[in-house]
């Protein structure tokens, strides 16, 4: 009887594989490890977050260590290890924030959605994270939901914003 094991990278769907080898071709063979950072993107864009089991598949298939994909993925606040809201608002508390408000862009946020930071609100529309600088220092204070940046914000602005999405 012969035993096949089976690799952690098949838990990785063909499409996704294909995807993350678009980014493999940019590196030198040797440096396949470098890829790593796209394919956390892909692999939580697909899942929505990313589990233990996922990172081990990506290591399984860059052939790199697991903790080398944990500390990237635990390093960098654009990856999600839980589940997230349909909307995740990420503020940007670093210093240029810090000093234009973005206390206050925080505590406005927590009191109207009625969570604290690295919460999601029951029915799971938003979750509120806090991040290190999202590089728009001459917009502070900001926050990012999706892909956009929002920026000179104030608590009427914030309204309007989050009046906005489904």
């Known amino acids: 009887m012969t035993v096949v094991k089976q690799r952690k990278a098949d838990l990785l769907a063909p499409e996704v594989k294909a995807r993350i080898d678009k980014w493999v071709a940019k590196y030198p063979i040797e440096q396949k490890q470098s890829a790593s950072m796209p394919a956390l993107r892909i692999v939580q864009e697909v899942n929505g977050y990313l589990t233990t089991e996922l990172m081990d598949a990506i290591a399984d298939y860059l052939d790199m260590e697991p903790i080398s994909v944990y500390e990237v993925a635990t390093f960098y606040s654009m990856y999600d290890?839980?589940?997230?809201?349909?909307?995740?608002?990420?503020?940007?508390?670093?210093?240029?924030?810090?000093?234009?408000?973005?206390?206050?862009?925080?505590?406005?946020?927590?009191?109207?959605?009625?969570?604290?930071?690295?919460?999601?609100?029951?029915?799971?529309?938003?979750?509120?994270?806090?991040?290190?600088?999202?590089?728009?220092?001459?917009?502070?204070?900001?926050?990012?939901?999706?892909?956009?940046?929002?920026?000179?914000?104030t608590p009427e602005k914030i309204d309007q914003i989050l009046s906005t999405l489904e």
């Not at 000093?99 to 609100?121: F, I, N, P, R």
């Not at 029915?123 to 994270?129: H, I």
């Open 81 to 153: 290890l839980k589940p997230v809201g349909r909307h995740k608002i990420s503020v940007c508390t670093n210093v240029s924030c810090l000093l234009c408000g973005s206390e206050d862009v925080v505590k406005h946020l927590q009191e109207k959605l009625g969570v604290k930071l690295g919460e999601t609100t029951p029915d799971g529309k938003f979750t509120l994270k806090e991040v290190e600088c999202l590089a728009a220092c001459a917009g502070a204070p900001m926050l990012q939901i999706g892909k956009t940046y929002y920026e000179n914000l």
